[in-house]
Each structure stands twice: as structure tokens, then as C-alpha cells.
């Protein structure tokens, strides 16, 4: 497997640079096409209060929203400069956008929106993005632009979304330094856990991957603070995990796990479902 299309949404935000420069590096280190797709939906309101027609409202909308997604779309080509690039753009709900786009793509890149400023109709919602796209996720922390995923830390539960997660990320595991597979788990099942990962590393092993395995002693402290404890030791930059949500009346409710890495700002996640 390789990434051979890396999809990105572009805005009209600094944070939004940042994470499609870490797209483009990506797919300069992959050869992948750079897709970048400009989303934006016009919101719904009521009559004006102060009187403006709706239909002269919603025309004002509407030019407001083609004029952000013009402008996306210059930053797009600023910063993509003259790779291998294709450009999408849809008035429409960012999060449905992406993942109609998606289907040609093998790797979706995002980030969390600037706290205070997260807005639906011109925002992805990363988590979203895990469960439905069907794609890895990777999440960009925060004012970084350039993940080197030379030592890379797979957090390891022998479940379905674990070997989704391995195999989405395996272009990363084979070019990074050293991999650690870790699996946490309470002092009873400490040596199984050991066992699993370090099946799991010999697995890798076999496709080229440098990796050792690890079994990590629960505590009282939670299990993602756990596993990001040892990726500060570890000295890690891109953490690999499946992501675990379930539908709950109109929104995705996150594991532990899952949700603690959503929130984190210091580690590159790259998340599957």
C-alpha cells in the first residue's frame, strides 16, 4: 500500500496553512496527488430583523461564501506551488464535502478549528471524519507544519479498528526509525499483552517495519494518559490508533482513547475507524 492521493481542506485560516503544508510535504515524500478541497456551506437564517429582503440576505450569503472558497483556493495554490494537484469546490457542509472527495484519496488530513471558533458550516469535525470516511484520518496538532514520523507509536488493542489502523498506516511505519507497539493492560494480563504486541511488531517486521512490542501496566492514571506518557518518552512524533465512536441521536460519542488523542495538541494522530 501507498499514499497515492492526499486530500486536505483548505480555508481561510492561519491554522489551515500550516496542515496543508504538512499535506504537501506529504505527498512530495509519498509521489501522491495533492487534492485540496474548499468547502463551505451557506448558513440558514431567519428574516433580517433589520429589514433586508431574504432574497438580497441570502444573495449576500451566498457571494460571501464563493469569495471565502475563491480565496481558499488561492492559498491552495500558493502553498501547493507546482506539484502534481487537483482543486474541489462545493457550497455545501465541509464533513460531506470531504468525504464524497474522499473516494480519491487514500489519507485525509485535518485539524482540530482554533478553540472558540468552530463553526459546522465552514469547519470538518475530525472525529466525524474517522467514522465515516472510511479513510485514515491524520490530525495535525496545532501550528505545525512538517510531521518527520521517524519514531512513531502504535497504540495497540486487539480489536478490528487496531488492524484497520496498522495496515492504514503502514507507508508511515516502513519509512519511520523505530516503531513501538503498545498495548496497555492490567497487571493479570500483563504478559498476554506483551505477547499481542510483540506479535504485532513481528508482523510489521515482515513488511519492512522496525518494531519492538510493549506491555504497559494500567494505573490509577487513565489509559490515554498513559499511552501519551510513553509516547513523551519514547520520544515519539505521530501516534497510530484506531478511533472508537458509536451514533448517539445526532452525534458521535468517542472512546476514552479516541477522544483524549482528539483533544491533545503536542502529537501528529493518525486515527482509523
Known sequence: MAYKGILVHVETTKACEARVKCAADLADRFGALLIGCGSEMVPLHDPDPFG????????AMVERVDEHLARAEVTFGRLAGYRPKRWISERAMPDETIVAAARAADLIVTSLPEKGREDPVRNEDPGLLVVISGRPVLVVPPEKDYLSARRILVCWK??????????????????????????????????????????????????????TGEGLIRDERRTATRLLDRASC??????????????????????????????QAQYFVLLSH
Open 52 to 59: 433586508m429582503p431574504t432574497g438580497d440576505l441570502m444573495t
Open 158 to 211: 486487539d480489536t478490528r479498528e487496531s488492524r484497520r489502523a496498522l495496515s492504514d498506516a503502514l507507508p508511515f511505519l516502513q519509512k519511520a526509525d523505530e516503531v513501538l507497539v503498545a498495548e496497555v493492560a492490567p497487571h493479570t494480563d500483563l504478559a498476554a499483552a506483551c505477547k499481542r504486541a510483540n506479535d504485532v511488531a513481528e508482523a510489521l517486521g515482515r513488511h519492512g517495519v522496525r518494531a
Open 234 to 263: 519514547f520520544g515519539a512524533d505521530l501516534i497510530v490508533s484506531g478511533g472508537y465512536g458509536r451514533s448517539r441521536i445526532g452525534e458521535w460519542a468517542f472512546g476514552g482513547v479516541t477522544k483524549a488523542l482528539l483533544d
